[in-house]
């Protein structure tokens, strides 16, 4: 027996689109007009609005900014670093330009010293990108951690766990735990055309938690002459290892 509903919104009468199944709406719209309609006024200019807070963009980005903590002397020393390094990088050429215009960026490669002109700041020359990225690859470490427990402390593993996000080791979220970080880093060895093996050797490296791995960035934590050192002890230690 089919069963025929009426719509408690616009009163069409409507077929279920399976069977044994109860529907009040023949369709989403009905069911959006069926829902109370409750208002609030604006926390900035006080106009009656639907939405949670503001009536618009610009009463909340007006709200915001005039209850905005002020700036510490930190942060306005780094804000102005910033636009002053961008003053210099900047190249705008208005002299004998009449008309709309495009702001260009001097870039220096920091591999080839190609001085070259973009749209944006841009550390590396086009024509080097994708040579970077089969370094950064070559530089990857391809060794297991329990493979020398002589030589890693797993303690602060077992402490913090590895980090991973929801898509990373079975669905498991841990922000706060524990990723492998290249001593030298990837971008200096790139720079100065330190052979890959040296920068995936694992005396390059070092378990670090990985918040304080994205604050290093690409900075060194040690020399290459302290890796240096470090390697020889590391194959003195395990002389049957083949990278």
Same mark, same amino acid.
């Given at each position: 027996m089919t069963v025929i509903f009426t719509c408690e919104q616009c009163?069409? !009468?409507?077929?279920? #689109?399976? @069977?044994?199944?109860? *529907?009040?709406?023949?369709?989403?719209?009905?069911?959006?007009?069926?829902?109370?309609?409750?208002?609030?006024h604006c926390l900035q200019c006080?106009?009656?609005?639907?939405?949670?807070?503001?009536c618009s963009k610009s009463c909340a980005a007006t709200h915001s900014n005039l209850n905005r903590a002020p700036m510490?002397?930190?942060? !306005?020393?780094?804000? #102005?670093? @910033?636009?002053?390094? *961008?003053?210099k990088r900047k190249a705008t050429w208005?002299?004998?330009?009449?008309?709309?215009?495009t702001i260009a960026y001097r870039n220096v490669c920091c591999k080839t010293g190609l001085i070259f002109y973009a749209k944006t700041w841009q550390k590396y020359h086009p024509s080097v990108i994708a040579d970077k990225k089969h370094y950064a690859v070559l530089c990857k470490f391809r060794f297991s951690i329990g493979q020398f427990p002589l030589w890693f402390d797993g303690k602060?593993?077992?402490?913090?766990?590895?980090?991973?996000?929801?898509?990373?080791?079975?669905?498991?979220?841990n922000l706060n735990g524990v990723s492998r970080d290249h001593r030298i880093s990837v971008d200096y060895g790139?720079?100065?055309?330190?052979?890959?093996?040296?920068?995936?050797?694992?005396?390059?490296?070092?378990?670090?938690?990985?918040?304080?791995?994205?604050?290093k960035n690409t900075k060194c934590s040690i020399t290459i002459e302290k890796l240096m050192d470090d390697i020889s002890a590391f194959d003195?230690?395990?002389?049957?290892?083949h990278k």
């Open positions: 009163s069409i !009468k409507f077929f279920p #689109s399976r @069977t044994g199944q109860v *529907r009040r709406f023949c369709g989403t719209e009905c069911a959006k007009k069926s829902r109370p309609c409750k208002t609030t006080n106009t009656v609005t639907f939405n949670p807070k503001f510490t002397e930190r942060q !306005k020393q780094a804000i #102005s670093k @910033t636009l002053k390094a *961008r003053k208005k002299d004998n330009i009449f008309g709309p215009y602060i593993i077992l402490d913090h766990g590895w980090y991973s996000t929801p898509g990373s080791r079975k669905g498991v979220k790139y720079q100065h055309g330190i052979d890959p093996q040296i920068i995936q050797h694992p005396a390059n490296c070092h378990l670090v938690l990985h918040t304080e791995n994205q604050r003195a230690l395990y002389p049957k290892w």
